[in-house]
Protein backbone atom coordinates (compact mmCIF):
# COMPACT_ATOMS: atom_id res chain seq x y z
CA UNK A 1 0.00 0.00 0.00
CA UNK A 2 2.72 2.55 1.22
CA UNK A 3 5.01 2.03 -1.87
CA UNK A 4 1.93 2.24 -4.19
CA UNK A 5 0.99 5.50 -2.59
CA UNK A 6 3.37 7.86 -4.13
CA UNK A 7 3.08 7.83 -7.47
CA UNK A 8 -0.63 7.37 -7.38
CA UNK A 9 -1.04 10.47 -5.15
CA UNK A 10 0.41 12.82 -7.61
CA UNK A 11 -1.64 11.30 -10.47
CA UNK A 12 -4.58 11.87 -8.85
CA UNK A 13 -3.80 15.77 -8.99
CA UNK A 14 -3.27 15.58 -12.73
CA UNK A 15 -6.69 13.43 -13.15
CA UNK A 16 -8.53 16.49 -11.03
CA UNK A 17 -7.28 18.68 -13.91
CA UNK A 18 -9.50 18.98 -16.65
CA UNK A 19 -9.85 23.03 -16.60
CA UNK A 20 -12.18 25.68 -16.84
CA UNK A 21 -11.51 26.08 -20.38
CA UNK A 22 -11.94 22.36 -20.74
CA UNK A 23 -15.43 22.28 -18.46
CA UNK A 24 -16.71 24.80 -21.35
CA UNK A 25 -15.63 22.97 -24.08
CA UNK A 26 -16.91 19.46 -23.26
CA UNK A 27 -20.25 21.78 -21.83
CA UNK A 28 -20.51 23.18 -25.22
CA UNK A 29 -20.24 20.10 -27.34
CA UNK A 30 -22.93 18.67 -24.92
CA UNK A 31 -25.24 21.91 -25.39
CA UNK A 32 -24.90 21.87 -28.98
CA UNK A 33 -26.04 18.09 -28.99
CA UNK A 34 -29.17 19.00 -27.20
CA UNK A 35 -29.69 21.32 -29.54
CA UNK A 36 -29.00 19.48 -32.35
CA UNK A 37 -32.02 16.95 -30.59
CA UNK A 38 -34.31 19.91 -31.26
CA UNK A 39 -33.98 20.22 -34.49
CA UNK A 40 -33.71 17.29 -35.66
CA UNK A 41 -37.25 16.59 -33.59
CA UNK A 42 -39.19 19.78 -33.47
CA UNK A 43 -41.84 17.90 -31.94
CA UNK A 44 -39.96 18.25 -28.59
CA UNK A 45 -40.60 21.68 -28.92
CA UNK A 46 -43.93 21.47 -28.90
CA UNK A 47 -44.51 21.43 -25.14
CA UNK A 48 -42.72 25.07 -25.37
CA UNK A 49 -44.43 26.51 -28.68
CA UNK A 50 -47.85 25.41 -27.99
CA UNK A 51 -48.48 25.05 -24.59
CA UNK A 52 -48.10 28.61 -23.42
CA UNK A 53 -50.63 29.57 -26.25
CA UNK A 54 -52.97 27.02 -25.70
CA UNK A 55 -53.31 27.53 -21.75
CA UNK A 56 -53.44 30.99 -22.01
CA UNK A 57 -56.43 31.03 -25.08
CA UNK A 58 -58.17 27.93 -22.85
CA UNK A 59 -57.77 29.84 -19.83
CA UNK A 60 -58.66 33.48 -21.17
CA UNK A 61 -61.50 32.80 -22.83
CA UNK A 62 -63.36 29.43 -21.32
CA UNK A 63 -63.03 30.83 -17.77
CA UNK A 64 -61.87 34.64 -18.05
CA UNK A 65 -65.22 36.38 -18.11
CA UNK A 66 -66.56 34.59 -14.93
CA UNK A 67 -63.23 34.30 -12.84
CA UNK A 68 -62.78 37.77 -14.03
CA UNK A 69 -66.64 38.72 -12.95
CA UNK A 70 -65.57 37.29 -8.96
CA UNK A 71 -62.62 39.40 -8.88
CA UNK A 72 -65.15 42.36 -9.67
CA UNK A 73 -64.13 43.17 -13.17
CA UNK A 74 -64.17 41.08 -16.39
CA UNK A 75 -61.94 39.25 -18.88
CA UNK A 76 -59.80 41.97 -18.85
CA UNK A 77 -59.37 41.91 -15.11
CA UNK A 78 -58.64 38.02 -15.60
CA UNK A 79 -55.83 38.19 -17.86
CA UNK A 80 -53.83 40.36 -16.02
CA UNK A 81 -54.37 37.69 -13.07
CA UNK A 82 -53.46 34.36 -14.99
CA UNK A 83 -50.83 35.62 -17.20
CA UNK A 84 -48.37 35.79 -14.32
CA UNK A 85 -49.67 32.56 -12.94
CA UNK A 86 -48.96 30.19 -16.29
CA UNK A 87 -45.73 31.84 -16.35
CA UNK A 88 -45.10 29.77 -13.17
CA UNK A 89 -46.47 26.86 -14.47
CA UNK A 90 -44.87 26.93 -17.87
CA UNK A 91 -41.63 26.79 -16.43
CA UNK A 92 -42.67 24.31 -14.10
CA UNK A 93 -43.57 22.35 -16.68
CA UNK A 94 -40.27 22.84 -18.94
CA UNK A 95 -38.15 21.92 -15.90
CA UNK A 96 -39.64 18.41 -16.59
CA UNK A 97 -38.10 17.53 -19.68
CA UNK A 98 -34.69 17.60 -17.73
CA UNK A 99 -35.56 13.79 -16.32
CA UNK A 100 -37.15 12.82 -19.40
CA UNK A 101 -33.80 13.16 -21.28
CA UNK A 102 -31.61 11.78 -18.81
CA UNK A 103 -33.67 8.83 -18.61
CA UNK A 104 -33.67 8.23 -22.47
CA UNK A 105 -29.73 8.97 -22.58
CA UNK A 106 -29.53 5.99 -19.61
CA UNK A 107 -31.74 3.80 -21.54
CA UNK A 108 -29.94 4.60 -24.68
CA UNK A 109 -26.16 3.52 -23.50
CA UNK A 110 -25.14 7.02 -24.63
CA UNK A 111 -24.32 8.07 -21.09
CA UNK A 112 -22.04 4.91 -21.04
CA UNK A 113 -20.07 6.28 -23.99
CA UNK A 114 -19.79 9.79 -22.16
CA UNK A 115 -18.55 8.24 -19.14
CA UNK A 116 -16.24 6.29 -20.85
CA UNK A 117 -13.91 9.71 -22.09
CA UNK A 118 -12.09 11.92 -19.95
CA UNK A 119 -14.72 14.58 -18.93
CA UNK A 120 -16.53 15.68 -16.12
CA UNK A 121 -19.52 14.14 -15.48
CA UNK A 122 -20.98 17.45 -14.49
CA UNK A 123 -20.77 18.52 -18.16
CA UNK A 124 -23.35 16.51 -19.53
CA UNK A 125 -25.63 17.96 -16.49
CA UNK A 126 -24.83 21.06 -16.72
CA UNK A 127 -25.29 21.34 -21.10
CA UNK A 128 -28.75 19.64 -20.34
CA UNK A 129 -29.62 22.12 -18.02
CA UNK A 130 -28.74 25.48 -19.82
CA UNK A 131 -30.68 23.72 -22.90
CA UNK A 132 -33.91 23.47 -20.78
CA UNK A 133 -33.39 26.96 -19.24
CA UNK A 134 -33.10 28.13 -22.94
CA UNK A 135 -36.52 26.57 -23.57
CA UNK A 136 -37.80 27.88 -20.54
CA UNK A 137 -37.00 31.85 -21.28
CA UNK A 138 -38.79 30.85 -25.18
CA UNK A 139 -41.61 29.43 -23.74
CA UNK A 140 -41.94 32.28 -21.40
CA UNK A 141 -41.72 34.72 -24.22
CA UNK A 142 -44.15 33.13 -26.40
CA UNK A 143 -46.72 32.59 -23.32
CA UNK A 144 -46.00 36.83 -22.80
CA UNK A 145 -46.35 37.45 -26.68
CA UNK A 146 -49.67 35.68 -26.59
CA UNK A 147 -50.45 37.42 -23.26
CA UNK A 148 -50.17 40.90 -24.39
CA UNK A 149 -52.27 39.70 -27.66
CA UNK A 150 -55.12 38.63 -25.64
CA UNK A 151 -55.15 42.18 -23.65
CA UNK A 152 -52.42 41.60 -21.14
CA UNK A 153 -51.29 45.25 -19.91
CA UNK A 154 -46.84 45.65 -19.25
CA UNK A 155 -47.75 48.33 -16.79
CA UNK A 156 -43.87 47.69 -14.54
CA UNK A 157 -41.12 46.62 -16.94
CA UNK A 158 -38.58 45.65 -14.54
CA UNK A 159 -41.23 44.02 -12.39
CA UNK A 160 -41.97 41.73 -15.37
CA UNK A 161 -38.25 40.71 -15.99
CA UNK A 162 -37.84 40.08 -12.56
CA UNK A 163 -40.23 37.95 -12.55
CA UNK A 164 -39.46 36.11 -15.32
CA UNK A 165 -36.24 35.58 -13.29
CA UNK A 166 -37.63 34.51 -10.52
CA UNK A 167 -39.96 31.61 -12.36
CA UNK A 168 -36.41 30.86 -13.80
CA UNK A 169 -34.50 30.45 -10.46
CA UNK A 170 -37.88 28.29 -9.16
CA UNK A 171 -38.01 26.35 -12.64
CA UNK A 172 -34.49 25.18 -12.14
CA UNK A 173 -34.80 24.45 -8.52
CA UNK A 174 -37.67 22.05 -9.48
CA UNK A 175 -34.85 20.43 -12.19
CA UNK A 176 -33.38 18.40 -9.73
CA UNK A 177 -36.43 16.61 -8.42
CA UNK A 178 -36.95 15.78 -11.84
CA UNK A 179 -33.67 14.55 -12.40
CA UNK A 180 -33.42 12.67 -9.55
CA UNK A 181 -36.54 11.00 -10.87
CA UNK A 182 -35.20 10.55 -14.33
CA UNK A 183 -31.94 8.90 -12.64
CA UNK A 184 -34.03 6.49 -10.73
CA UNK A 185 -36.92 5.44 -12.43
CA UNK A 186 -37.13 2.85 -15.75
CA UNK A 187 -38.05 4.85 -18.31
CA UNK A 188 -39.12 7.85 -19.90
CA UNK A 189 -42.52 7.69 -19.99
CA UNK A 190 -42.65 6.43 -16.06
CA UNK A 191 -41.08 9.83 -15.30
CA UNK A 192 -43.16 11.92 -17.14
CA UNK A 193 -45.90 10.19 -15.80
CA UNK A 194 -44.89 10.59 -12.45
CA UNK A 195 -43.83 13.98 -13.28
CA UNK A 196 -47.56 15.12 -13.81
CA UNK A 197 -48.77 13.17 -10.99
CA UNK A 198 -47.05 15.53 -9.10
CA UNK A 199 -47.59 18.80 -10.48
CA UNK A 200 -51.26 18.21 -11.36
CA UNK A 201 -51.75 18.89 -7.55
CA UNK A 202 -49.74 20.95 -7.35
CA UNK A 203 -50.85 23.01 -10.38
CA UNK A 204 -54.40 23.55 -10.17
CA UNK A 205 -54.25 23.30 -5.80
CA UNK A 206 -53.10 26.75 -6.10
CA UNK A 207 -53.70 30.43 -7.20
CA UNK A 208 -52.06 29.82 -10.35
CA UNK A 209 -55.49 29.81 -12.28
CA UNK A 210 -57.67 30.99 -9.83
CA UNK A 211 -57.96 33.07 -6.33
CA UNK A 212 -57.82 30.94 -3.57
CA UNK A 213 -60.44 32.53 -1.47
CA UNK A 214 -63.63 30.71 -2.12
CA UNK A 215 -62.03 27.21 -2.04
CA UNK A 216 -62.52 24.85 1.25
CA UNK A 217 -60.54 25.46 3.79
CA UNK A 218 -58.61 22.51 3.94
CA UNK A 219 -57.86 23.22 0.27
CA UNK A 220 -56.54 26.55 1.69
CA UNK A 221 -54.28 25.00 3.65
CA UNK A 222 -52.50 22.69 1.20
CA UNK A 223 -52.53 26.19 -1.35
CA UNK A 224 -51.40 28.84 0.66
CA UNK A 225 -48.19 26.63 1.68
CA UNK A 226 -48.00 25.26 -2.09
CA UNK A 227 -44.59 27.17 -3.39
CA UNK A 228 -46.48 27.52 -6.64
CA UNK A 229 -48.87 29.58 -5.13
CA UNK A 230 -46.46 31.85 -3.90
CA UNK A 231 -44.05 31.88 -7.01
CA UNK A 232 -47.60 33.08 -8.50
CA UNK A 233 -48.38 35.79 -6.36
CA UNK A 234 -44.40 36.81 -6.62
CA UNK A 235 -44.84 36.94 -10.24
CA UNK A 236 -48.36 38.95 -10.03
CA UNK A 237 -46.96 41.32 -7.43
CA UNK A 238 -43.63 42.24 -9.89
CA UNK A 239 -45.80 42.24 -12.89
CA UNK A 240 -49.04 44.08 -12.09
CA UNK A 241 -49.43 45.11 -8.34
CA UNK A 242 -46.00 46.26 -7.07
CA UNK A 243 -43.48 44.00 -5.18
CA UNK A 244 -44.95 41.61 -2.91
CA UNK A 245 -41.97 41.01 -0.80
CA UNK A 246 -43.84 38.24 1.43
CA UNK A 247 -44.02 35.37 -1.49
CA UNK A 248 -41.23 36.33 -3.00
CA UNK A 249 -39.22 35.97 -0.52
CA UNK A 250 -40.99 32.38 0.21
CA UNK A 251 -40.14 31.45 -3.24
CA UNK A 252 -36.57 32.38 -2.98
CA UNK A 253 -36.86 30.36 0.11
CA UNK A 254 -38.23 27.12 -1.40
CA UNK A 255 -36.23 27.52 -4.78
CA UNK A 256 -32.80 27.39 -2.27
CA UNK A 257 -34.18 24.81 -0.22
CA UNK A 258 -34.95 22.38 -3.04
CA UNK A 259 -31.69 22.79 -4.53
CA UNK A 260 -29.88 22.44 -1.35
CA UNK A 261 -31.85 19.27 -0.82
CA UNK A 262 -32.25 17.99 -4.14
CA UNK A 263 -29.40 18.87 -6.16
CA UNK A 264 -26.93 16.78 -3.60
CA UNK A 265 -29.35 13.68 -4.53
CA UNK A 266 -29.25 14.24 -7.87
CA UNK A 267 -25.50 14.50 -8.60
CA UNK A 268 -25.16 11.56 -6.03
CA UNK A 269 -27.49 9.40 -8.06
CA UNK A 270 -26.42 10.73 -11.03
CA UNK A 271 -22.43 9.99 -10.11
CA UNK A 272 -23.11 6.25 -8.99
CA UNK A 273 -25.33 5.42 -11.07
CA UNK A 274 -23.83 2.10 -13.28
CA UNK B 1 -4.00 -29.19 -49.04
CA UNK B 2 -3.43 -29.54 -45.52
CA UNK B 3 -5.61 -27.12 -44.38
CA UNK B 4 -6.50 -27.07 -40.92
CA UNK B 5 -2.35 -27.07 -40.19
CA UNK B 6 -1.83 -23.98 -42.58
CA UNK B 7 -4.79 -22.07 -40.67
CA UNK B 8 -2.68 -22.45 -37.77
CA UNK B 9 0.64 -21.58 -39.17
CA UNK B 10 -0.75 -18.01 -40.19
CA UNK B 11 -2.00 -17.36 -36.46
CA UNK B 12 2.01 -17.60 -35.55
CA UNK B 13 2.41 -14.18 -36.46
CA UNK B 14 0.01 -12.36 -34.90
CA UNK B 15 1.24 -13.61 -31.17
CA UNK B 16 4.77 -11.39 -31.37
CA UNK B 17 6.50 -12.93 -28.24
CA UNK B 18 7.57 -10.61 -25.28
CA UNK B 19 5.50 -7.94 -25.76
CA UNK B 20 4.09 -5.66 -23.37
CA UNK B 21 1.16 -5.97 -21.10
CA UNK B 22 -1.39 -3.34 -22.27
CA UNK B 23 -4.21 -4.73 -20.32
CA UNK B 24 -3.67 -6.65 -16.73
CA UNK B 25 -6.34 -8.13 -14.33
CA UNK B 26 -5.29 -9.48 -11.32
CA UNK B 27 -8.08 -10.96 -8.96
CA UNK B 28 -10.61 -9.16 -10.04
CA UNK B 29 -14.04 -9.50 -8.11
CA UNK B 30 -17.59 -7.72 -8.89
CA UNK B 31 -20.33 -9.04 -6.93
CA UNK B 32 -24.10 -7.52 -7.75
CA UNK B 33 -25.86 -9.16 -4.57
CA UNK B 34 -25.56 -13.00 -4.53
CA UNK B 35 -24.51 -13.35 -8.02
CA UNK B 36 -20.53 -13.00 -8.21
CA UNK B 37 -20.40 -11.57 -11.86
CA UNK B 38 -16.73 -11.61 -11.78
CA UNK B 39 -15.20 -14.10 -9.09
CA UNK B 40 -10.87 -13.49 -8.88
CA UNK B 41 -10.19 -13.09 -13.22
CA UNK B 42 -6.83 -13.06 -14.07
CA UNK B 43 -6.47 -11.83 -17.85
CA UNK B 44 -3.23 -10.15 -19.57
CA UNK B 45 -3.48 -8.41 -23.55
CA UNK B 46 -0.37 -7.91 -24.99
CA UNK B 47 0.50 -5.21 -26.70
CA UNK B 48 -0.80 -4.91 -30.45
CA UNK B 49 -2.93 -8.54 -30.34
CA UNK B 50 -6.12 -8.91 -30.26
CA UNK B 51 -7.81 -11.44 -26.85
CA UNK B 52 -10.75 -12.77 -27.15
CA UNK B 53 -13.18 -13.61 -24.32
CA UNK B 54 -15.54 -15.94 -24.68
CA UNK B 55 -18.43 -16.74 -22.57
CA UNK B 56 -22.35 -17.47 -22.58
CA UNK B 57 -24.63 -14.72 -21.62
CA UNK B 58 -23.81 -13.55 -17.89
CA UNK B 59 -20.41 -15.18 -17.65
CA UNK B 60 -19.23 -11.66 -16.82
CA UNK B 61 -17.72 -10.44 -19.89
CA UNK B 62 -19.86 -7.00 -19.74
CA UNK B 63 -18.78 -6.89 -16.09
CA UNK B 64 -15.19 -7.10 -17.03
CA UNK B 65 -15.02 -4.19 -19.55
CA UNK B 66 -17.15 -1.80 -17.82
CA UNK B 67 -14.87 -2.16 -15.58
CA UNK B 68 -12.29 -1.98 -17.20
CA UNK B 69 -13.37 0.93 -19.59
CA UNK B 70 -14.17 2.70 -15.51
CA UNK B 71 -18.08 2.57 -15.52
CA UNK B 72 -17.90 0.89 -12.26
CA UNK B 73 -15.86 -0.23 -9.97
CA UNK B 74 -14.50 -3.54 -8.70
CA UNK B 75 -15.12 -5.02 -5.28
CA UNK B 76 -11.79 -6.26 -5.00
CA UNK B 77 -8.57 -7.15 -7.24
CA UNK B 78 -7.18 -4.47 -9.54
CA UNK B 79 -6.65 -3.76 -13.01
CA UNK B 80 -4.16 -1.82 -15.35
CA UNK B 81 -4.70 -0.66 -18.85
CA UNK B 82 -1.57 1.03 -20.70
CA UNK B 83 -0.12 1.32 -16.96
CA UNK B 84 -3.09 3.45 -15.91
CA UNK B 85 -5.24 1.97 -13.12
CA UNK B 86 -8.65 1.66 -13.60
CA UNK B 87 -9.89 2.81 -9.66
CA UNK B 88 -7.02 5.44 -9.20
CA UNK B 89 -6.01 6.83 -12.65
CA UNK B 90 -9.64 7.13 -14.30
CA UNK B 91 -9.13 9.59 -16.14
CA UNK B 92 -6.02 9.01 -18.14
CA UNK B 93 -7.11 5.77 -18.31
CA UNK B 94 -10.42 7.23 -20.37
CA UNK B 95 -7.77 8.71 -22.97
CA UNK B 96 -6.55 5.81 -24.30
CA UNK B 97 -9.25 3.55 -24.91
CA UNK B 98 -12.12 3.22 -26.80
CA UNK B 99 -15.24 1.03 -26.33
CA UNK B 100 -17.93 -0.05 -28.74
CA UNK B 101 -20.28 -2.22 -27.34
CA UNK B 102 -24.01 -3.66 -27.15
CA UNK B 103 -24.31 -0.71 -24.38
CA UNK B 104 -22.47 1.94 -24.62
CA UNK B 105 -23.70 3.84 -28.11
CA UNK B 106 -24.18 6.64 -30.65
CA UNK B 107 -26.56 9.03 -30.02
CA UNK B 108 -29.20 8.08 -32.18
CA UNK B 109 -30.48 11.47 -32.68
CA UNK B 110 -27.70 13.22 -33.95
CA UNK B 111 -26.71 12.34 -37.79
CA UNK B 112 -22.99 9.94 -37.85
CA UNK B 113 -21.24 13.25 -38.46
CA UNK B 114 -22.48 14.92 -35.56
CA UNK B 115 -21.98 11.89 -33.22
CA UNK B 116 -18.00 11.58 -34.36
CA UNK B 117 -17.51 15.49 -33.69
CA UNK B 118 -19.20 15.85 -30.42
CA UNK B 119 -16.72 13.00 -29.52
CA UNK B 120 -13.91 14.85 -30.97
CA UNK B 121 -14.91 17.65 -28.88
CA UNK B 122 -15.27 15.66 -26.05
CA UNK B 123 -11.61 14.30 -26.56
CA UNK B 124 -10.49 18.32 -26.21
CA UNK B 125 -9.81 18.18 -30.38
CA UNK B 126 -9.28 21.88 -31.72
CA UNK B 127 -12.61 22.33 -33.50
CA UNK B 128 -11.13 21.99 -37.11
CA UNK B 129 -8.80 19.46 -36.14
CA UNK B 130 -12.12 17.49 -34.40
CA UNK B 131 -14.32 18.39 -37.96
CA UNK B 132 -11.36 16.93 -40.39
CA UNK B 133 -11.31 13.54 -37.93
CA UNK B 134 -15.04 13.49 -38.22
CA UNK B 135 -15.02 13.50 -42.13
CA UNK B 136 -11.81 10.62 -42.35
CA UNK B 137 -13.45 8.31 -40.16
CA UNK B 138 -16.63 8.82 -41.80
CA UNK B 139 -14.91 8.04 -45.26
CA UNK B 140 -13.17 5.16 -43.63
CA UNK B 141 -15.79 3.21 -42.49
CA UNK B 142 -17.79 4.18 -45.43
CA UNK B 143 -20.37 6.70 -44.02
CA UNK B 144 -19.79 9.56 -45.81
CA UNK B 145 -23.04 9.24 -47.72
CA UNK B 146 -24.84 8.68 -44.42
CA UNK B 147 -23.35 11.79 -42.49
CA UNK B 148 -26.33 13.73 -42.66
CA UNK B 149 -28.92 11.46 -41.84
CA UNK B 150 -29.36 10.69 -37.89
CA UNK B 151 -28.04 7.53 -36.56
CA UNK B 152 -31.49 6.19 -36.05
CA UNK B 153 -32.20 5.50 -39.85
CA UNK B 154 -29.19 3.68 -40.42
CA UNK B 155 -28.98 0.21 -40.42
CA UNK B 156 -27.66 -2.44 -37.76
CA UNK B 157 -24.11 -2.57 -40.03
CA UNK B 158 -24.01 0.87 -40.10
CA UNK B 159 -24.98 1.43 -36.69
CA UNK B 160 -21.68 -0.87 -35.80
CA UNK B 161 -19.60 0.90 -38.29
CA UNK B 162 -20.28 4.40 -36.52
CA UNK B 163 -19.50 2.73 -33.13
CA UNK B 164 -15.98 1.52 -34.28
CA UNK B 165 -15.43 5.05 -35.71
CA UNK B 166 -16.70 6.81 -32.63
CA UNK B 167 -14.34 4.58 -30.59
CA UNK B 168 -11.66 5.48 -33.10
CA UNK B 169 -11.69 9.29 -32.73
CA UNK B 170 -9.75 9.53 -30.19
CA UNK B 171 -6.61 6.74 -31.75
CA UNK B 172 -6.91 4.93 -28.76
CA UNK B 173 -4.34 2.08 -27.26
CA UNK B 174 -6.76 -0.59 -26.36
CA UNK B 175 -9.92 -0.77 -27.60
CA UNK B 176 -12.74 -3.01 -25.88
CA UNK B 177 -15.21 -4.60 -28.51
CA UNK B 178 -18.18 -5.73 -26.34
CA UNK B 179 -20.16 -8.45 -28.25
CA UNK B 180 -19.62 -6.35 -31.92
CA UNK B 181 -21.92 -8.85 -33.77
CA UNK B 182 -24.27 -9.62 -31.74
CA UNK B 183 -26.91 -9.31 -33.44
CA UNK B 184 -26.73 -9.11 -36.82
CA UNK B 185 -26.58 -11.00 -40.03
CA UNK B 186 -24.24 -13.07 -41.54
CA UNK B 187 -22.85 -10.55 -44.20
CA UNK B 188 -22.90 -7.43 -41.73
CA UNK B 189 -20.85 -9.71 -39.10
CA UNK B 190 -18.45 -10.19 -42.24
CA UNK B 191 -18.15 -5.96 -42.58
CA UNK B 192 -17.91 -5.71 -38.97
CA UNK B 193 -15.09 -8.50 -39.06
CA UNK B 194 -13.30 -6.73 -41.73
CA UNK B 195 -13.12 -3.60 -39.67
CA UNK B 196 -11.55 -5.03 -36.71
CA UNK B 197 -9.21 -6.42 -38.62
CA UNK B 198 -8.21 -3.61 -40.31
CA UNK B 199 -8.07 -1.50 -37.13
CA UNK B 200 -5.48 -4.39 -35.47
CA UNK B 201 -3.55 -4.09 -38.36
CA UNK B 202 -3.25 -0.55 -37.57
CA UNK B 203 -1.70 -1.30 -34.34
CA UNK B 204 -4.16 -1.36 -31.95
CA UNK B 205 -5.08 -3.50 -29.02
CA UNK B 206 -8.24 -4.98 -29.12
CA UNK B 207 -10.23 -6.95 -25.82
CA UNK B 208 -12.51 -8.60 -27.88
CA UNK B 209 -16.25 -10.66 -25.62
CA UNK B 210 -17.99 -12.91 -27.46
CA UNK B 211 -20.16 -15.55 -27.31
CA UNK B 212 -19.76 -16.89 -31.26
CA UNK B 213 -16.94 -19.39 -31.24
CA UNK B 214 -16.43 -18.15 -34.82
CA UNK B 215 -15.93 -15.08 -33.77
CA UNK B 216 -12.86 -15.44 -31.74
CA UNK B 217 -11.57 -17.52 -34.78
CA UNK B 218 -11.62 -14.97 -36.75
CA UNK B 219 -10.43 -12.16 -34.84
CA UNK B 220 -8.43 -13.44 -31.65
CA UNK B 221 -5.00 -14.91 -31.87
CA UNK B 222 -5.78 -15.25 -27.71
CA UNK B 223 -8.52 -16.67 -25.95
CA UNK B 224 -9.43 -16.38 -22.57
CA UNK B 225 -12.39 -18.74 -21.46
CA UNK B 226 -14.89 -17.40 -19.07
CA UNK B 227 -17.95 -18.96 -17.23
CA UNK B 228 -20.16 -17.27 -14.28
CA UNK B 229 -16.89 -15.13 -13.60
CA UNK B 230 -14.28 -17.47 -13.40
CA UNK B 231 -11.64 -18.05 -16.04
CA UNK B 232 -11.66 -21.56 -17.31
CA UNK B 233 -8.97 -21.76 -19.82
CA UNK B 234 -6.52 -19.13 -21.34
CA UNK B 235 -4.04 -19.35 -23.99
CA UNK B 236 -3.28 -19.10 -28.20
CA UNK B 237 -6.39 -20.42 -29.81
CA UNK B 238 -4.94 -23.53 -31.81
CA UNK B 239 -3.28 -24.41 -28.24
CA UNK B 240 -6.42 -24.16 -26.49
CA UNK B 241 -8.16 -26.25 -29.35
CA UNK B 242 -5.15 -28.88 -29.22
CA UNK B 243 -5.33 -29.47 -25.58
CA UNK B 244 -8.63 -30.41 -25.49
CA UNK B 245 -9.10 -32.43 -28.12
CA UNK B 246 -7.40 -34.56 -31.54
CA UNK B 247 -7.82 -33.47 -34.81
CA UNK B 248 -10.45 -34.94 -37.44
CA UNK B 249 -8.73 -36.00 -41.03
CA UNK B 250 -11.31 -35.56 -43.51
CA UNK B 251 -10.12 -37.15 -46.99
CA UNK B 252 -12.14 -37.12 -50.08
CA UNK B 253 -11.44 -39.69 -52.69
CA UNK B 254 -11.78 -38.60 -56.20
CA UNK B 255 -14.52 -40.95 -56.89
CA UNK B 256 -17.77 -40.84 -54.49
CA UNK B 257 -18.06 -44.67 -54.99
CA UNK B 258 -15.49 -44.96 -53.31
CA UNK B 259 -16.24 -43.33 -49.91
CA UNK B 260 -18.53 -46.28 -48.39
CA UNK B 261 -16.04 -49.15 -49.10
CA UNK B 262 -13.24 -47.18 -47.84
CA UNK B 263 -14.96 -45.97 -44.06
CA UNK B 264 -15.84 -50.08 -43.78
CA UNK B 265 -12.27 -50.98 -44.53
CA UNK B 266 -10.52 -48.18 -42.49
CA UNK B 267 -13.11 -49.27 -39.51
CA UNK B 268 -12.14 -52.98 -40.32
CA UNK B 269 -8.19 -52.29 -39.90
CA UNK B 270 -9.42 -50.40 -36.51
CA UNK B 271 -6.26 -47.72 -36.69
CA UNK B 272 -8.21 -45.73 -34.25
CA UNK B 273 -9.32 -48.21 -31.94
CA UNK B 274 -13.07 -48.09 -32.18
CA UNK B 275 -15.09 -47.86 -35.72
CA UNK B 276 -15.97 -44.48 -36.03
CA UNK B 277 -14.81 -43.43 -39.45
CA UNK B 278 -17.76 -41.36 -40.86
CA UNK B 279 -19.33 -40.51 -44.00
CA UNK B 280 -19.88 -37.02 -44.85
CA UNK B 281 -21.66 -37.75 -47.68
CA UNK B 282 -22.73 -34.07 -49.09
CA UNK B 283 -19.06 -33.13 -49.29
CA UNK B 284 -18.59 -36.15 -50.66
CA UNK B 285 -15.96 -36.87 -47.47
CA UNK B 286 -14.76 -39.61 -44.61
CA UNK B 287 -14.10 -37.85 -40.99
CA UNK B 288 -11.59 -39.65 -39.17
CA UNK B 289 -10.49 -38.76 -35.64
CA UNK B 290 -7.06 -39.36 -35.00
CA UNK B 291 -5.11 -38.65 -31.81
CA UNK B 292 -1.55 -39.05 -32.94
CA UNK B 293 0.70 -38.25 -36.14
CA UNK B 294 1.09 -42.27 -36.14
CA UNK B 295 -2.32 -42.80 -36.49
CA UNK B 296 -2.91 -40.02 -39.10
CA UNK B 297 0.23 -41.91 -40.91
CA UNK B 298 -1.42 -45.42 -40.65
CA UNK B 299 -4.52 -44.50 -42.03
CA UNK B 300 -3.66 -42.27 -44.91
CA UNK B 301 -1.25 -45.46 -45.70
CA UNK B 302 -3.93 -47.55 -45.82
CA UNK B 303 -6.13 -45.39 -48.09
CA UNK B 304 -2.59 -45.46 -50.41
CA UNK B 305 -2.31 -48.99 -50.03
CA UNK B 306 -6.36 -49.47 -51.07
CA UNK B 307 -5.19 -47.67 -54.16
CA UNK B 308 -8.10 -45.15 -53.81
CA UNK B 309 -6.80 -41.68 -55.64
CA UNK B 310 -7.24 -38.68 -53.17
CA UNK B 311 -8.92 -35.13 -53.84
CA UNK B 312 -8.20 -33.79 -51.28
CA UNK B 313 -6.69 -34.48 -47.56
CA UNK B 314 -7.18 -32.13 -44.91
CA UNK B 315 -6.58 -31.82 -40.95
CA UNK B 316 -9.38 -30.12 -38.62
CA UNK B 317 -8.52 -29.04 -35.17
CA UNK B 318 -12.04 -29.05 -33.22
CA UNK B 319 -14.31 -26.17 -33.02
CA UNK B 320 -14.80 -23.78 -30.45
CA UNK B 321 -18.06 -24.91 -29.65
CA UNK B 322 -16.77 -28.19 -28.82
CA UNK B 323 -13.83 -26.67 -26.52
CA UNK B 324 -16.23 -24.96 -23.92
CA UNK B 325 -18.18 -28.22 -24.35
CA UNK B 326 -15.03 -30.03 -23.13
CA UNK B 327 -14.24 -27.24 -20.49
CA UNK B 328 -17.16 -26.52 -18.84
CA UNK B 329 -19.31 -29.65 -19.04
CA UNK B 330 -22.52 -27.70 -20.73
CA UNK B 331 -23.12 -26.31 -23.71
CA UNK B 332 -21.52 -22.61 -24.50
CA UNK B 333 -24.96 -21.20 -25.36
CA UNK B 334 -27.74 -20.34 -22.46
CA UNK B 335 -31.33 -21.60 -23.67
CA UNK B 336 -31.61 -17.91 -24.45
CA UNK B 337 -28.95 -17.11 -26.65
CA UNK B 338 -28.86 -17.19 -29.83
CA UNK B 339 -25.69 -19.36 -31.63
CA UNK B 340 -24.91 -17.70 -35.30
CA UNK B 341 -27.12 -19.87 -37.31
CA UNK B 342 -29.92 -19.11 -34.74
CA UNK B 343 -29.59 -15.90 -35.23
CA UNK B 344 -29.31 -15.98 -39.33
CA UNK B 345 -32.74 -17.01 -38.91
CA UNK B 346 -33.82 -14.04 -36.89
CA UNK B 347 -32.28 -11.49 -38.19
CA UNK B 348 -32.37 -11.13 -41.41
Known amino acids: MSAATVPVTTDIKADARIGLRGHLRHTGALVRRNLLWIRQDPESMFDAILMPVVFTLLFVYVFGGSIGQSLGGGQDQYVQYVVPGLMAMTSMNISMGVGTGFNQDFQSGVMDRFRSLPIGRGSVLIAKIVVELMRMLIATAILLVVGVLVGFDITNWPGLFAAVGLSVVFGSALMWVFLTLGVTMKNAQSVQAMGFLVLMPLQFGSSIFAPTESMPGWLQAFTDYNPLSSLADAARGLMVQGPLTHDLWVTLGWSALLTLVMAPIAIHKFRTKS | ?348
Open chain 2, 1 to 348: MVAGTLVGMTRIDKNPSGANSAVTVRGLVKHYGETKALDGVDLDVREGTVMGVLGPNGAGKTTLVRILSTLITPDAGHATVAGHDVVRQPRQLRRVIGLTGQYASVDEKLPGWENLYMIGRLLDLPRKEARARADELLERFSLTEAAKRPASTYSGGMRRRLDLAASMIGRPAVLYLDEPTTGLDPRTRNEVWDEVQRMVGDGVTVLLTTQYMEEAEQLASELTVIDRGKVIAGGAIDELKAKVGGRTLRIRPADPVELRPLASALDELGITGIATTTVDAGSGTLLVPILSDEQLTAVTGAVVARGVTIASITTELPSLDEVFLSLTGHRASAPQDATPTELEKVSV
